[in-house]
């Protein structure tokens, strides 16, 4: 019986997920012996035109990470659906927009020009020169893909089948998908989260919470914190409560509020949201000039809240392309 | 026992008995001037002295503090003795001629005029007689031991610890309790936060509360009774037959289980010194209600009578309404029961007086039963009624009129005047406001309070009664100001819904309630805090909250705070919610 084929792909991210998946050590190697790899440009020497060829439905697993920032990720979302049979949103970006996301919060307009024009590092002769879709050279007229006005994650472009949280994902969880594809049992029912548990990462991290109260909101860098008491009865914006649990705890053990990576809990629709919601309701004051001191000390709330799910999340913009 | 002779009267007493005992005992009188049952005897005024005959031996001895033996012979009344007593009162009368315990003691001793001149001759009539009652007081009795003699001879006078004022001394009056001359007094210079008994006469630390009170027993203000001072005194304990004082008391807490609490912890009283234009604590004469109340309770400091300070009938009173409600700066709302209770305050003292009274309104509210008829009937009475906030109490310059009486300013609006109205006395009638540990009783009880700082009830109309937490109940002025009446009608409702539960044996809960899915709670306690109904507990082995479903109200708080979202209100839950808004956006 032929191997299972797996593709993966990158599309706008930092690649941290694809040196996830070797993080798992030797046991690439088994991934290798267990699949047949058909498509991994981070890796290997495939074409898009590889793919292009391939039948529909051919490829049986596909690992898709990155968030949908421009025409070329878009293409390679819709072709990578069209020829796989299972495709996986992998790691943040492509489950709820990641840090790409955060563009939302401002235009793409605003991005050239700071790219292209204002940013010190910028020098330029002529006035700015912003990158064109297309371009006539003398050789003849080139095409590079146009960005999108929003980024989106991947399941607001495709239809996905699962998806695998984190930034990036942990190599075990990674693990543990693999091995359960690999052992044939049953899939998991369409639009299931593998990988990842269902309560929130205040069930994995060993800190001991007390009842919530907090007058003053720290930076993690602001106070010598306990580490075995709650950050967030601490006063450090940890996000552990408003995040799914599957890492293990991984940054709180390491002394560091929980940022949210992998995403809102099972019943959650917006993750931001609901921890403003949360916190809010545990400020410790009842005058209203004192609350909104103690709300003032929190540094960039939208890049706080909603790091890691700004696509997925309820505020939105009317959409342009 | 011992046998006595007394002026040939035979009395039997315990040994030792002190002369001064056994001769009461036979009815004999020995007239004494620094005696008191308070204190052992002191045998220094030598008034006392009597005539011991053992034997063929007399001695002249003072009965104060001569012990019986059997067969004693006493003669209390001899011509030796006589002479010795009149030369005590003509030497005490040459020093002390205007005292009035010494001129009286004279008289009944048969004493006229001194025949000894005095080198240290003193006309006061509030002098020192150096009896040492006080000493004796403040060393054996209250055992602070600040008084003493100092000096001796003609210089000898009681003095305080280097002649000044000392702060081991605790103020507890009863060296002026004791001095029968009037020389010590007790004087309060500072008004400002005392106990009434501090400013508007004596109450001793030992009393009944109110004749009111139940169970009507005294009992023992700890901070003004000496015994908790200094472990001195004791007297109450002495003098209690049945032994009923117990100084260990202490107060109990008491834990009730109850299903259904009502409420009905009354207001406190605005302290009127908060507003320094009225004087109050400053001005003498300047009484708030519940001070002017004291005044005319029969069993109070005044028996009933409206006097002031100086303890002369005032000449007018001034009423004045609305201090600290109805005033933006302090209470916006009306305090309700003020103005019919100044309006009793009329009637009383021109029932008790002939005082000129002055009513400073700002609107008469006479709205219940027969208040109305009681307005018009003080109006008959001659009360004069100014329309207008009072706006401030002075003192009338002595330079001009010298008796320090007081000086009400305010506008009259009905006749659009500045108006100045001399009075002897002045009543505020302070606004009544929350109780100043309310805050803490909400947050046990887990009910709200109103903008005026009151327990809120579940409906202004339909429910005044019960509060939004089942099962707590409010009446009377803990839920806002209100009258006699209101209160009592109030606090019937409640009771009687109380007994409506009692009587059915069971509570109907609502359907709405939040509740948690265990799958999805992780314990991080941000709800635990929230519940305005306290229906949320940790359970610390499961590491998840959970609710409690007969407390929950569905008010939603928690659900909304949840950043797991592991809680959901039945009937509300996001799905459901997220559906109406799509319904409402699509149209």
Known sequence: MAKPKLALYWASSCGGCEIAVLDIQEKILDVANAFDIVFWPVAMDFKYDDVRKMEDKSIDLCLFNGAIRNSENAELAHLLRAKSKALVAFGSCAHEGCIPALANLTTKDAILKWVYKDSPSTVSNNGAVYPQTHTKMPEGEIEIPEMWETVKSLDQVIDVDYYVPGCPPQPFQIWNV???????????????????????????????????????????????????????????????????????????????????????????????????????????????????????????????????????????????? | MVTVKIDGIEVQVQEDTPILKAAEKAGIWIPTMCHS????????????????????????????????????????????????????????????????????????????????????????????ILCGRCVNVCREVVQAEILAFAHRGIKREVVLPFGDQSNKCIVCGACAHVCPTGHIKMVVEDYKGKKPEFTLGVKTP???????????????????????????????????????INYKMEDEIVEVEAGQVLLTTGYDLFDASKLAQYGYGRLDNVYSSLDFEAILNSTGPTGGKVVMKNGNEPRSVGILHCIGSRDVENHPYCSRVCCMYALKFAHLV?????????????????????????????????????????????????????DGSLLIRCEDTLIGKFREIPVDMVVLCNAIEPRHDIEAIRRIFSISKSPDGFFLERHPKLDPTSTMSDGIYIAG???????????????????????????????????????????????????????????????????????????????GTCVAACPASAITGKGFSDAQIFAELEGLLAI
Request: glycine residues 6%.
């Open chain 2, 477 to 555: 002025c803990a839920q806002g100001p209100k009258d006699i009446p209101d209160t009592v009608a109030q606090a019937g409702s409640a009771a009687a819904r109380i007994l409506s539960i009692i009587a059915k044996g069971e509570v109907d809960i609502d359907p709405i309630r939040a509740f948690i899915d265990e799958k999805y709670c992780a314990g991080c306690r941000m709800c635990n805090n929230l519940c305005p109904y306290s229906a949320i507990d940790f359970i610390d082995d499961k590491k998840i909250s959970q609710i409690n479903d007969v407390l929950c109200k569905g008010c």
């Open chain 2, 206 to 244: 030992i009393s009944v509360p109110t004749l009111q009170a139940v169970p009507r027993v005294p009992v023992i203000d700890t901070e003004s009774c000496i015994y908790f001072e200094t472990g001195g005194c004791q007297t109450c304990a002495k003098v209690c037959e049945p032994q009923a």
């Open chain 1, 178 to 321: 693999i091995e359960y594809i690999l052992s044939g049992k049953p899939l998991p029912p369409k639009g299931s989260v593998l990988g990842a548990d269902e309560k929130t990462c205040c069930d994995e991290c060993p800190r001991e919470r007390k009842e919530k109260k907090i007058k003053k909101f720290f930076r993690p860098y602001e106070i010598l914190s306990n580490p075995n008491e709650c950050l967030l009865d601490q006063g450090i914006i940890c996000m552990g409560p408003a995040t799914r649990s599957g890492c293990g705890a991984l940054c709180t053990k390491a002394n560091m509020p929980c940022r949210g990576c992998y995403g809102a809990p099972p019943n959650v629709v917006d993750q931001g949201a609901k921890m403003v919601s949360a916190l809010s309701s545990v400020v410790d004051s009842q005058d209203p000039n004192e609350i909104d001191e103690i709300l003032n000390q929190i540094v960039d709330p939208l890049g706080t809240f909603y790091r890691f799910s700004m696509a997925h999340s309820i505020l939105k913009r009317v959409d342009k392309i």
């Open chain 2, 350 to 402: 021109h029932d008790r007086t002939d005082a000129a009274i002055y009513q400073f309104y700002i609107d008469m509210r006479a709205f219940g039963k027969g208040y109305e008829e009681f307005y018009s009937r003080l109006l008959d009475e001659g009360i004069t009624m100014i329309r207008g906030k009072a706006a401030e109490v002075v003192e009338r310059s002595h330079g001009i009129n010298g």
């Open chain 2, 37 to 128: 049952e308070l204190f052992e005897p002191y045998g220094v005024c030598r008034l006392c002295s009597v005539e011991v005959i053992r034997g063929k031996r007399t001695r002249i001895v003072t009965a104060c503090n001569y012990p019986v033996r059997e067969g004693l012979t006493i003669q209390t009344n001899s011509a030796k003795i006589q002479w010795i007593r009149k030369i005590i009162m003509e030497l005490m009368l040459s020093r002390w001629p205007n005292v009035k315990v010494v001129s009286e003691m004279a008289a009944k001793l048969g004493v006229k005029e001194s025949r000894f001149p005095s080198l240290e001759r003193d006309e006061a009539e509030d002098a020192c």
